[in-house]
């Protein structure tokens, strides 16, 4: 194992040219330090000083050695620094999932908001459904989840972050597409996309509640949002999907707001109470001042 003491020595006897001079700034007397460094010749193996000159010459293992002792030096320093940071959590690592709807508006907000308030604080994104996501905050691989409901309230914490309104995507050509807003009874009779209603349990759940009453034909179980409005272009059917989805501007696709729709889509950023990473209570804390969308 070399020692970062024998490491500084040898760097300082190469910023010095001399064994007596790197001795005095190192306040030591120069027998323990020609030791030290014939010490670490040993460990890393080869000569790093060419011992037929007069004066201190490096051998190439030792200019080698040189470029990388410094560089260990250098982290060594900044090491303390860079774990007083971490502890305060305005450095470190936060791990958000995310669900691919909440892609479309609310995260791109959140990163920016989190980049101007911790300038360094790593993000680091994982893109999986709800369910997932509270998987993977139990076993500790994410530190917080933007994620739909359920879930245990009383094995989470949480916040409501964002909420918005269902709107209708139609084909360009279909009869509803130059209507607005759209009465729930009119898709009796219609061909719907539908969510499966394992991984997307949380908008299976809402749309079938909203649709209960409604005699329509479910074509396909999907998951994912930008996949129905594929389908959607397709003339495969129609689709209830949150209203951040327009952003997408899928060509062949018509939204319209639906009538008589009270239930809005809701978001919670999601974190394990007794998550211990200082840098995800920091990004929490953020979440109170979040600018709103525009």
């Not at 190439?60 to 470029?67: I, S």
């Not at 936060?94 to 790593?122: D, K, W, Y």
């Not at 327009?246 to 060509?251: K, N, R």
């Amino acid at each position: 194992m070399v020692s970062l003491e024998h490491v500084r020595g040898f760097v300082t006897v190469v910023e010095e040219g001399s064994f007596r001079r790197a001795a005095e700034r190192l306040r030591m007397t120069q027998p323990p330090l020609s030791r030290q460094i014939q010490k670490l010749e040993r460990e890393v193996g080869v000569e790093l000083f060419d011992r037929t000159q007069r004066q201190v010459r490096l051998t190439p293992a030792g200019e080698v050695f040189l470029v990388e002792a410094r560089r260990l030096l250098a982290l060594a320093e900044a090491a303390p620094d860079a774990a007083r940071l971490v502890a305060a959590g305005t450095a470190g690592a936060v791990r958000i999932g995310f669900t691919a709807a909440s892609g479309f508006g609310f995260l791109g907000r959140l990163l920016n908001h989190v980049e101007q308030g911790l300038p360094g604080v790593e993000v680091v994104l994982r893109e999986m459904v709800s369910s997932e996501q509270f998987a993977n905050l139990r076993s500790g691989k994410l530190d917080l989840a933007l994620a739909r409901p359920p879930f245990d309230a009383g094995e989470f914490d949480c916040r409501l972050v964002h909420s918005e309104r269902l709107v209708l995507a139609v084909p360009a050509t279909h009869r509803l597409a130059g209507l607005e807003p759209i009465p729930i009874d009119d898709l009796g009779g219609e061909a719907l996309l539908v969510y499966a209603p394992g991984p997307a349990r949380y908008f299976a759940d809402l749309v079938a509640g909203i649709l209960a009453a409604v005699p329509y034909t479910a074509t396909h179980e999907l998951t994912q949002v930008h996949t129905m409005l594929a389908l959607v272009a397709a003339g495969r059917g129609l689709a209830l999907v949150p209203d951040s989805a327009t952003h997408l501007h899928p060509d062949g696709v018509r939204f319209r707001p639906l009538a008589g729709i009270d239930d809005p889509v809701v978001l919670h950023a999601v974190w394990r109470r007794d998550c211990a990473n200082p840098a995800l209570h920091r990004v929490v804390a953020l979440l109170d001042s979040l600018p709103p969308a525009h």
